[in-house]
């Protein structure tokens, strides 16, 4: 069953608060997908999956996955 508005703008509000989170720790999420985002019981709690699939803002810390690997699924990649 489909989400109702407002359980569908609860859902992105957490989404987006999760995010914040990770940005916060100089962390950038790759994945961002429908698959990748749980909600569950009551309270439609959201938790955010595969943020290993990530790098770190500053270019002089390793990355988690190397510049010219794709990792992902190539349907959320951008065009270029």
Known sequence: RAPTLEQAVWIAMQTCDALAEIHARRVVHREIKPRNIIVSGPNMHVTLLD??????????VDAFTKTGVFVGDLTYAAPE
């Not at 943020?51 to 002089?60: F, V, Y």
């Open 51 to 60: 943020s290993g699939i990530a790098r770190h803002e500053n270019p002089e």
